[in-house]
């Protein structure tokens, strides 16, 4: 810690929405009370009809080729949550689990947040449905247009996400550190 008033450094994240079919990848840069500026942002698609082996090495090279591309600090993807179709979770599940493998080869630590996190940190609402979230990403990044589609946004919002929770959860975890 530099003292009473330490300066944030600027943190670079690499958010991943997983999705077997639809996987949002997004990079950002910032800082908590900074401006956010946006590095990246693509959504690797895999078709739905598809070898499942296939598409799982088409995310994983993605993951990490965006990894290696970027090189990011920290990587942030989407907490896999119950849901009634149990065939999306599955896939969900499954490429989020490349990011994190991804993640921890290069190296990185992995911080995982729940769609309600996310949607509270960017819009101030854990209830806001993908069109406010889409807008807030955009007003956030200063973008001219909404990033499409919806997976695009969301990885990005996980990435603004953890750039101000998560050094938040840093300083609060070197402070427990340090008083032990």
């Known amino acids: ?10 943190v670079r994240v690499l958010g991943v929405d997983p999705g077997l079919t639809r996987c949002g990848i997004g990079v950002v840069d ?6 956010l ?5 693509e959504v690797v698609r895999t078709p739905a009809d598809g070898d499942i082996g ?7 090279d ?6 290696a591309a970027y090189r990011p600090d920290v990587v942030a993807v989407e907490r896999v949550f119950s849901q009634q179709n149990v065939r999306t979770v599955m896939g969900t599940a499954q490429v989020a689990g490349l990011a994190i493998v991804a993640a921890t080869r290069a190296g990185l630590p992995v911080a995982m947040h729940t769609p309600s ?17 889409g807008s807030m990403v955009t007003r ?3 973008l001219a247009d909404t990033p499409k589609p919806a997976d695009a946004a969301d990885a990005l919002a996980l990435a603004i996400c953890q750039v101000w929770r998560g050094s938040a959860a840093a300083r609060i975890n070197g402070a427990l550190a340090r008083s032990t």
């Open 1 to 10: 810690m530099r003292g009473k008033y330490e300066r944030w450094t600027a």
């Open 30 to 35: 910032g800082a908590p009370g900074r401006t």
């Open 37 to 41: 500026r946006l590095v990246h942002v």
């Open 54 to 60: 296939a598409r799982l090495v088409a995310q994983a």
């Open 62 to 67: 993605a993951i990490a080729a965006a990894i």
């Open 117 to 133: 996190e996310v949607k509270a940190a960017v819009t101030g609402s854990g209830r806001a449905d993908k069109a406010q979230v």
């Open 140 to 142: 956030l990044l200063r």
